[in-house]
């Protein structure tokens, strides 16, 4: 059971750098979420979606964007990278909001 | 004012203590509750989950809700060096579209 995979697990961006850190899910989920959790922080929501073609920002979405293409698929964008976005990022899916949310293993991302 | 506010600590305590973590939220539609535990370098995973007002007990774990003090707590009886983690309370309303977590408690359980 694969559950929420996300990849790379671990990446080091130059500043002014993009790249997209991808989150996939095979167990049908509408929702998908990304968080960013800062040392000794909690969970940030930058956006979320309610499905397939359905976007919408969370708390701190600027400087990245999002997609969703297909159900399983919900890839995170970072455009000109700044070492403000050093973060570990996770991604989430659940059935609905009010059941449980199932976590990826989290990518660390530092921006040098 | 968060909508949801957790003491981070952190909170170290001797093994075999009772433990208690606690979250205050400001919006009292909110209706669903859930504690996440999460162990260093992983993520979140689902410990209790709770539904409006009233406890929940799953083994040494009990969580807790007072809706008309907009207050959950979970406790952990018997508390091993295995519970070390970070804990996050969570919680949504009906017809939400997110779930909204605490900043999460760290939590060392002395051997």
């Known amino acids: 059971n694969a559950g929420v995979t996300q990849t790379p697990k671990f990446r080091i961006l130059k500043i002014g750098q993009s790249m997209t850190l991808q989150c996939a899910q095979d167990m049908n989920h509408n929702y998908m979420y990304w968080y960013r959790q800062d040392p000794g922080m909690g969970l940030k929501l930058i956006y979320y979606s309610v499905g397939a073609g359905i976007t919408d920002k969370g708390e701190v979405p600027n400087g990245y964007n999002v997609s969703r293409s297909t159900t399983e698929d919900f890839p995170l964008r970072l455009e000109l990278a700044a070492p403000s976005q050093t973060s570990v990022y996770f991604c989430?899916?659940?059935?609905?909001?009010?059941?449980?949310?199932?976590f990826g293993q989290g990518t660390r991302l530092t921006v040098v | 004012q968060k909508e949801v506010e957790q003491d981070p600590g952190p909170l170290s305590v001797p093994e075999g203590a009772i433990v208690s973590l606690n979250c205050t939220y400001s919006?009292?539609?909110?209706?669903?509750f859930m504690w996440y535990r999460q162990y260093s370098r992983k993520g979140p995973e689902l410990l209790m989950y709770t539904y409006s007002s009233g406890n929940k007990e799953d083994g040494r774990f009990t969580a807790q809700v007072d809706k008309s003090s907009k207050y959950i707590s979970l406790f952990i009886r018997d508390s091993q060096p295995s519970d070390s983690a970070t804990y996050l309370c969570?919680?949504?309303?009906?017809?939400?579209?997110?779930?909204?977590f605490g900043s999460g408690t760290r939590l060392s359980i002395r051997p």
């Open positions: 919006n009292s539609a909110f209706q669903y």
């Open positions: 989430a899916s659940s059935y609905d909001p009010n059941t449980e949310a199932f």
């Open positions: 969570a919680m949504s309303r009906s017809s939400a579209s997110k779930i909204i």
